[in-house]
């Protein structure tokens, strides 16, 4: 049994310790606000914190995680909306959506640890991948939130 | 509860605001008390709920173009309903074929989204509204002329009494729509949902990460499965020995098909684990020695054929290139590609108890994943239901071509009574696909002594799409997607000719987001070649060659002005400029690049114009702008090679997309002139090569004809 906290409601899972974090989440907890993408930590829809850190959970074995907060998307959002998520519904940032689970998970722990992120920083954090290329919004969101949501909407 | 009924789904999707999401715990209750509340289908497209809610149905999918939206602010537009409570939910395909097709086409593709549905989705929210004012009216015994409507409201001036839309829907649902021809539409500069900035439907659920894509469906008692197709494509599965596989953790069974084994298991790692232990023998087929190298001689044996068939033959080409003062001629090269979207394909297969078989999946089509999950289980279309879910990304690669689906079918056959998830890995996913196919193209232009073009003459030698995917498309050997550009090309040279050389090798090719946009690379940097060559300047050169009132002229001449083309850069950074229409649409695009001594191209800033005619959510238009330009910016460095009969690539490490760090500026201008209706999800693909190319040579002087292209080779001696 591997005991894990997830959003805060502690879990026990009977699962191999080498099965990776993202399907422990996914196919056991059926919590499918973190995605799949790529299985080799290249794409980043994955993403979700682990005390704190955002890592890639296609990775991570669920072992390793053992006595950890885990922080998924569905966590994210309580008690109320996110101020990423607040800034992402502003900037109309998603296009398909699938990747923007973890570009959120990512953008709330680059602003955790750098409130006020330059494009260079943003650059460099932001690893994700969109193919759907909504980088420019990624970018004008987490800016409104380092300026306490105070920048321009994106839309006229 | 044990299962879901296309009702319950409808309403938990009603319930829960139209979001598109799967929720099995809702108790019995409440679906009593939405029971109760049954909104009033006033037309097919519209329901109206007793509280004022309106329901519109979508019949195409949403992929984040976001045209579920616009569809939507179209309908209500005409509907004059209160925007802030629209939701929506898909048209059923089972419902679909029982309806004779009420819902018109499902397919979403070829930026036609809105602009093939805008009329009759505008008409029918038109007559819904003529429909709910009649219905008043005869409540009231006055004249519908007296009745006015706003927000959902009507009111009979004369007696100020006012009625809610779901007060009068059930009565207006049973009243005979009116004729078609008589329902008069909106002059589009009266819109005021239409054209409007309107947030998008689908958002607030995206950021939380609610919307249920195809590999997030969840079925009580569900497997999942994995899958492995033969490297080689064509190949099939000649043995496979599992015995390994079937003793490990969570294993339910191995699917044997005939060119994939698939492992079903109660998890998806397991399952691909115990994929991975398979010991397969294929029969790799008469391909498993294909290489680029052996495409590449197809090809070029192909552009020096005889006889081949004419996409475009006007004047005498021949006499024009030998009366020439100047002939240029070159020739240019791009690989395959795959969509990479970032969902993998997937598809979750149920064949219930009841002799239903149930498809969940993401689909650019509806109709099309019925007709693939209905031959493959061997059931009639009435029998199969597909429920359509989020696409996380389609670009093309979801559409035509259903083999997911059937897949999913086939593994789902052998668990008969239960639901099975399959997802492809993502190497699956990018060694399996429908690529953009791999093209060599060779032009020739003529100039005379005052250097204007007098004749282009261009040899295409590109796989056909059409021939795979919809060969009765294939017009006296042409098909239109490989010789776009060039066979409708509006630039005015007196003597064109165009021809085709289909050459197929066995790798599937597939409609990639602006199929036929390598074309826009190759004649937009020719052209620039060719204006070089005639010592023109590259915007005024091709100003020169489009007529006053061609709207690639208007187009491209936005886009200069909105560029300052002309205006001096910063030292270090070049424009380069190209226009071409399609999809509906005209664009141009100019971009400004540096490149530095390592070589690289740092792209600065984008600046698009397009003319769709009319803009339904320029939002929504200008994002799809930024993401065609990062989308295709990928282009310059992605490959898909072929060796062994396979591709080589299998993951992002050597598939790379474009990051964040890569995302220029872009400016995108939306200049409707009316008249038409264009797209959008492509349009903004097809100069994006070609601008920041011709920039590239502006800022080098190299001439870059073949992607990818490395650093070195334009790296500053």
Known sequence: MISITVNGKAQKLDVEEDMPLLWALRDELKLMGTKYGCGIAQCGACTVHVDGQPVRACVTPVGSVQGKKVLTIEGLSKPGLHKVQKAWIEHAVPQCGYCQTGMMMAAAALLQKTPQPTDAQIDDAMTNLCRCGTYARVKKAIKSVAAGGKSAPAKA | MNAITRREFIQVSAASGAALTLEFSIPGTAFAQKAAATPAEVTAWILIHPDD?????????????????????????????????????????????????????????????VRTSQEYLRKAGASAREMLVAAAADQWKVSPADCTVANGVITHGASKRRVSYGKVAAAAATRTPPDEKTVKLKDPKDWKIAGKDVARLDIPDKVLGKPVFGVDVNLPGMLMASIAQCPVFLGKVKSVDSAAAEKMRGVKGVVKGTDFVAVVADNWWRANNALKSLKIEWDEGANGKVSDESIKAMLKAGLDEKGLPNARSTGDVPAAMTAATKVVEAEYYSPYLSHATMEPMTATAWFKDDGMLHVWTSTQNGEASMAAASEAGGLPLEMVEVHKMMLGGGFGRRG??????????????????????????????????????????RMKAALDKDGAVTAMHSTIACPSILALLRPEGIQKGIDFTAVRTFADMTYTIPNQLCEYAQKNPHVPVGFWRAPGLQNSFYRECFIDE??????????????????????????????AKAADWGKPLPPGVFRGIAQSDGFGSYTAMAAEVSVNPAGEIKVHRVVFAIDSGYVVNPDACRAQAEGNVIFCIGQFYQAHHIKDGRVAESNFHDFPLPKMAEMPKVETHLVPTGGFWGGHGEPGALNVAPAIMNAVFAATGKRIRTLPFTADELKKA
């Open chain 2, 530 to 559: 060719v204006a070089h060559a005639a010592g023109k300047e590259p915007l005024a050169f091709r100003l020169a060659m489009l007529k006053p009132d061609d709207k690639n002229r208007l187009v491209l001449e936005a886009c």
């Open chain 2, 53 to 113: 809610r309106v329901t519109i149905r979508i019949a195409r999918s949403e992929m984040g173009q976001g045209s579920l939206t616009g569809l939507a602010q179209l309908v209500a537009e005409e509907l004059e309903c209160d925007w802030a409570k629209v939701g929506w939910e898909y048209a059923s395909p089972n419902e679909h074929v029982k309806r004779k097709r009420v819902w018109g086409s499902m397919s979403t593709g070829g930026s036609a989204g």
């Open chain 2, 400 to 441: 035509a071509p259903q083999d997911y689906v059937k897949q999913g079918v086939i593994i789902a056959k052998e668990f008969k009574g239960k639901p099975v998830k399959m997802i492809w890995s993502r190497e699956e996913d990018m060694q399996h696909g429908f690529y953009r196919p791999v093209s060599l193209v």
